[in-house]
């Protein structure tokens, strides 16, 4: 192309696909509408995920984009995470009220300052919606669960990869520490296995969530430590810092302390996950394979059904 | 049943999908989990309106659930439905900033003082997002556009069909006057159809908004004067008041003008949708034909490829 490029690759990435109508801007940094192609695609992944993955007896829940603000105050994400939440707020007053947001709405102020916070807060991981949803004494065979929904995390980026809000397939499992590290193991190397059958270069590498600040440092120590979370990683728009497109996390009994979900034996559960960042998985094929779905290779094709 | 049941309609057929796993209790009024055989519906249902009632060419884009907060501010959703209003507001601040907050936090004081308002709002109908991105003139043909999203409404109930967060899939219309109309009005006819040949006793009435306090008289009086809005509406929890499963809406030029969306000749576009919602949806069949699939009449289940 002879036009100037941006010299950003992340920047020149999302140009790509804004062109090819995959992504679509919003004006908002990491919040896009997506296209027919794009959505295609996650669906697809989404079936082959369903049709080869989905452990036997896994009971499917699927939560809208809201978690109960009293679940969120019982998981810490406020003290690790305070950067990434999403409150939502909503206006209750009368009509005297109003009309003095509206005043301010009017002349530019601070009209947020009427809202009051809703009983919901956004989602931010996948799995958080389902714990609370769990309380009580497991059976001996513990439980796994399949979930979908579309979590936030507040980040505004240029990176098309990092968006605001994006969807996570999950299979979580809940019960004895070992159930939960079988479910972590098998998924570490059946998600791989999944990724790299559609010609993806996956690796996977020990990795730490973004806990906030300086005194997040040695939670993100202990959890590297402890290898509590794994990622498996693409390169998409470098090859340097490649983009994580799913992770494993085992919680040891930290949901079930939090939510009362037990083992026969009256102990906390354990609970392990693997997510599936779909958005991202689409994004690293669109990457790899080419913008053009047409010009995928076919054996991709086929195993995603895309005709 | 021998154990005494709720008095209250909504709460009884409430009690009944949560028995049935097909709704997943939060502890927030109106926001649900949805179980498998509940999405289930929800997916087959949208194939079908895909299958059978996708326009030709119609663009697909699917937006998550949300909007551009300066978007928000040009279409008067905050004089009009402040009380249904769902603001993201985020934490910006530095560690002595979060220190405090986590105070406030621990001593129970309301820490959302310490967030600001975030890029973006909650969705609060499927079309708005995709509006923006239109500004420009059409060509002859208009354009017509196949939408999902979930939206967000903060109305706290007991009943089912209402819910906080819920998917609306929409086919838009934008282009002249008679364009915008030919496709309410045909959309009207052919959503009336389709709903009626899943089993559900469908009625089509001239509907409003619920446009805020005693100045939304008039707005509301206006709409349903000029025939704005048509619901298609099914008797679910109540025969004297059916709930609004889908509905049309004709915009005349608003949304033209709000975001510079232009005919050929330079004038504001028009537009019309219809919106199904598909939570609704999916309760309305629920309730017709029974909480067990697999006891669901041949020809539904047919209709709906649910096997």
């Known amino acids: ?22 992504l679509i801007p919003s004006g908002v940094r990491g919040v896009y509408g997506r296209g027919g192609d794009f959505e295609h695609v996650v669906e697809q992944f989404e079936r082959l995920v369903t049709r080869e993955g989905r452990p036997e007896k896994a009971e499917v829940m699927r939560f809208p984009p809201l978690l109960n603000r009293a679940h969120y105050a ?20 009368n009509e005297a009220d109003h009309r003095a947001m509206i005043d301010t709405f009017q002349t530019g102020g601070d009209w947020t300052r009427s809202l009051v916070p809703a009983e919901t ?16 004494t497991l059976g001996e065979a513990g439980r796994t669960v399949d979930l979908r929904t579309f979590v936030f995390r ?19 499992r809940l019960g004895t520490a ?20 559609l010609g993806l270069p996956v690796e996977a590498v020990v990795a730490n969530d973004p806990f906030f600040g300086r005194g997040g440092r040695l939670a993100k120590a202990t959890q590297r430590e402890q290898t509590l979370k794994y990622e498996l990683v693409v390169p998409i728009c470098s090859t340097e810092k490649p983009t994580a497109v799913s992770s494993t ?13 037990l083992l026969p034996d009256g102990s906390p559960a354990h609970s392990a996950c693997i997510g ?6 689409a994004l690293a094929l669109f990457k790899h394979h080419g913008l053009s779905l047409e010009r995928w290779p076919r054996e991709i094709r086929e195993r995603l059904e895309l005709d």
């Open 121 to 136: 807060m956004l989602v931010p991981a996948a799995c958080y919606p389902m714990f609370p949803t769990a309380t009580g």
């Open 1 to 22: 192309m002879c036009e100037s490029l941006p010299a950003d690759p992340y920047l020149a990435f999302l140009d790509e696909l804004v062109t090819a109508r995959l």
């Open 276 to 281: 599936f960042g779909l958005e991202r998985i």
């Open 74 to 93: 019982k998981i810490n994400h406020i003290h690790n995470f305070p950067d990434l939440m999403g409150s939502v707020d909503t206006f209750t007053g």
């Open 178 to 197: 070992d159930q939960a590290l079988d479910h972590r193991d098998a998924w570490l190397r059946r998600g791989k296995a999944l990724l790299e059958s």
């Open 249 to 261: 996390n085992y919680h040891l009994d930290y949901f079930g302390k939090a939510f009362d979900i």
């Open 154 to 172: 507040h980040e505004p980026s240029d990176d098309p990869a990092r968006m605001q809000i994006f969807r996570q397939r999950e299979y979580v």
